[in-house]
């Protein structure tokens, strides 16, 4: 079965940093699929943070991080990260994993359980 | 990129039909055949139902059916069942240099 499980969450005090990683199992992780973060802040909707393609040549992220969070993946360690830096208050969400088809199509088959990420002071 | 327009809630009793809608622009919905629906239970992970407007995933119920015309996408749910109470997002591919995007998520509520 596919799986994908995040970690690195926690709360830290606005202008510093975590590193979140997603470990994906149950298929061909270096294969098609790109990989992406969403995340949902409290009782809010979905947005897409940022996306990777398979071989990493192509990086996508959201205005609202661009600069401040890099996403990377790993396809000897079925592992991709997402280094924040610059927390906000308005970072503070669970951030999904996601499974896709391409980079920029947010057509996610599997999604992780989510990693909560809390920014205050 | 803006978020999709959804409306914020709908609701129908046991058996009965309810319709959502998701509005976009000739950039993201009306452009492309790239567009999917998610299900969110409360504190659960979003579930894709629908992706590139009316299929269905493997282990999806042919009562989630979706639709598209012009600019706005549109997902059907029939017979509706309790386990259907969930919220329901759209996304929608939105050009090759984009990240997808969102709508703004819809309750539904079964009376």
């Known amino acids: 079965d596919v799986q994908l499980v995040e970690s690195g969450g926690g709360l830290v005090k606005p202008g510093g940093s975590l590193r979140l990683s997603c470990a994906a199992s149950?298929?061909?992780?270096?294969?098609?699929?790109?990989m992406h973060w969403v995340r949902q802040a409290p009782g809010k909707g979905l947005e897409c943070v940022s996306s990777?393609?398979?071989?990493?040549?192509?990086?996508y992220y959201a205005d609202s991080v661009k600069g401040r969070f890099t996403i990377s993946r790993d396809n000897a360690k079925n592992s991709m990260y997402l280094q924040m830096n610059s927390l906000r208050v308005e970072d503070t969400a669970m951030y999904y994993c996601?499974?896709?088809?391409?980079?920029?199509?947010?057509?996610?088959?599997?999604w992780g359980q989510g990693t909560l990420v809390s920014v205050s002071s | 990129q803006s978020a999709l327009t959804q409306p914020p809630s709908a609701s129908g009793s046991p058996g009965q039909s309810v319709t959502i809608s998701c509005t976009g622009t000739?950039?993201?919905?009306?452009?492309?055949?790239?567009v999917s629906w998610y299900q969110q239970h409360p504190g659960k992970a979003p579930k894709l139902i629908i992706y590139?407007?009316?299929k269905r995933p493997s282990g999806v119920p042919d009562r989630f059916s979706g639709s598209k015309s012009g600019n706005t996408a549109s997902l059907t749910v029939s017979g509706l069942q309790a386990e259907d109470e969930a919220d329901y997002y759209c996304?929608?591919?939105?050009?090759?240099?984009?990240?997808?995007?969102f709508g703004g998520g819809t309750k539904v509520t079964v009376l």
């Open positions: 996304s929608s591919y939105a050009g090759s240099n984009n990240l997808g995007v």
């Open positions: 996601a499974r896709g088809w391409a980079a920029t199509n947010p057509n996610f088959d599997y």
């Open positions: 149950g298929f061909s992780f270096n294969s098609v699929y790109s």
């Open positions: 590139e407007v009316n």
């Open positions: 990777i393609s398979s071989s990493s040549d192509s990086k």
């Open positions: 000739s950039s993201d919905v009306g452009g492309y055949n790239f």
